[in-house]
Nanobody
Framework: QVQLVESGGGLVQAGGSLRLSCGAS????????MGWFRQAPGKEREFVAA????????YYSDSVKGRFTISRDNAKNTVYLQMASLKPEDSADYYC?????????????WGQGTQVTVSS
């Protein structure tokens, strides 16, 4: 059974930083491209960032490019999202996902989410 467990969310002031983590089990983590998505209240879930299975490629949405950094540690079966220069509009539930491929970034597996609130 695949499990993705996010952690690291919380309340932070605008301009601050947070690092989200996502631990994976039940899958061969190093085979999977991984991604982060987010969903704000009343909005659709949106893509945030992706990292290839080796960590050699990354891709970001325009809204977070230059502020967020995705990384992974295959030895620890963990993917991270370092978020900096946070804005109130970054407030959302953040979800880790195992992706089916690179390019479409279609999720195959989801975590349960972790909440991020950025106060102004």
């Amino acid at each position: 059974q695949v499990q993705l467990v996010e952690s690291g969310g919380g309340l932070v002031q605008a301009g601050g930083s947070l690092r989200l983590s996502c631990g994976a089990s039940g899958l061969t983590f190093s085979w999977y491209n991984m991604g982060w998505f987010r969903q704000a209240p009343g909005k659709e879930r949106e893509f945030v960032a992706a990292i290839s299975w080796s960590g050699g490629r990354t891709y970001y949405s325009d809204s977070v490019k230059g502020r967020f950094t995705i990384s992974r540690d295959n030895a620890k079966n963990t993917v991270y999202l370092q978020m900096a220069s946070l804005k109130p509009e970054d407030s959302a539930d953040y979800y880790c996902a195992g992706l089916t491929d690179w390019g479409t970034f279609t999720p195959k597996y989801w975590g349960q989410g972790t909440q991020v609130t950025v106060s102004s």
